[in-house]
């Protein structure tokens, strides 16, 4: 490698017609490029250059060598550049873990669109709630949802998500509409596992409630699907819901009230990424922002 740097800078010393002008077109110092010149000449054992206080000129070797370090150079480069263009096209397969009800209910459609924008790209996802060791197991990316826990892994935020509450029209019917965060300790409130109270925000008001429900759930679709029953009063990010708002399976409840919003971000062991995992990352940076 130090060779082929020698030669590039011969050549750029010969196209240049001085050490001066190689000098400003390489950003290497005067006195470092006639020093480099000499080893390489002392290493092949021909004088390359006549120097003189004003240009160099070829010796006759100079000459021969000067072409045969033009080509190898210039093959060089294009050989280098060739393979960034390859590095920098988005191939091979993409190993990605993701919680489950956020990938199946939400970015189902997502994939489906990055997938259409870079076919050259393969999928390998793992839905799990885990928290997978990116170090010692085969994945590029994990999606997370929540605050971030102290790692050493690369943490980069996607987006926010804010949960508000939703409920179905036939559970309104049923058991009426709350018309204060405090009503809600008289409702079915749909939680993820043991969770007993729900923190709400309006404006700069925030109040704590507590809730209470016959189901114990771990998992937020089994907590959309019983919502859109009329099984009780859900708060999850709208994300989760569209689909079901825009079919009018659920109702906004308490519009001006939401609860604290939802990081998510993407998981990585280290900042040099392959070009396929800073698409994917770059890409759900747009979409979901």
């Not at 092949?44 to 000067?66: P, S």
């Not at 096209?89 to 870079?118: C, H, K, N, T, W």
């Not at 839905?127 to 605050?147: C, F, K, N, Q, W």
């Not at 689909?243 to 109702?251: E, F, H």
Request: with cysteine.
């Amino acid at each position: 490698m130090e060779l082929l740097n020698d030669m590039a800078l011969f050549v750029e010393v010969v196209k240049a017609k001085g050490f001066r002008g190689a000098s400003e077109a390489t950003g290497v110092p005067n006195s470092t490029l006639s020093r480099r010149i000499s080893a390489l000449e002392k290493a092949i054992g021909l004088r390359l250059l006549h120097r003189t206080t004003r240009k160099v000129e070829l010796t006759e070797a100079g000459q021969i060598y000067f072409e045969r370090c033009k080509r190898i150079v210039d093959e060089a480069r294009l050989a280098h550049e060739q393979l960034g263009e390859m590095l920098a096209q988005p191939s091979g397969v993409l190993r990605v873990s993701l919680p489950v009800d956020f990938a199946v209910i939400y970015m189902a459609p997502l994939i489906a669109e990055f997938a259409e924008r870079y076919p050259g790209i393969g999928f390998d996802f793992d839905l799990t709630p885990r928290h997978v060791d990116l170090v010692s197991e085969p994945y590029d990316i994990a999606i997370r949802m929540g605050e971030p826990e102290s790692s050493h892994l690369i943490a980069r935020p996607l987006a926010s998500l804010v949960p508000r509450l939703y409920a179905a029209p036939r559970y309104l019917e049923r058991s009426g509409e709350p018309k204060e965060p405090a009503d809600l300790e008289q409702h079915e409130c749909l939680n993820i596992l043991k969770a007993n109270t729900w923190t709400l925000h309006k404006a700069s008001a925030s109040i704590q409630v507590s809730t209470s429900s016959r189901f114990t759930i771990n998992s937020v679709g089994l907590i959309r699907r019983l919502a859109t029953l009329g099984m009780g009063i859900m708060l999850v990010p709208e994300a989760i819901v569209m689909d079901d708002l825009a079919a009018g399976r659920l109702l906004r409840v308490l519009d001006h009230w939401h609860g604290k919003p939802t990081p998510v971000y993407a998981l990585t062991e280290t900042r040099l990424l392959p070009a396929k995992t800073q698409r994917f990352i770059e890409f759900l940076k747009e979409r979901l922002g």
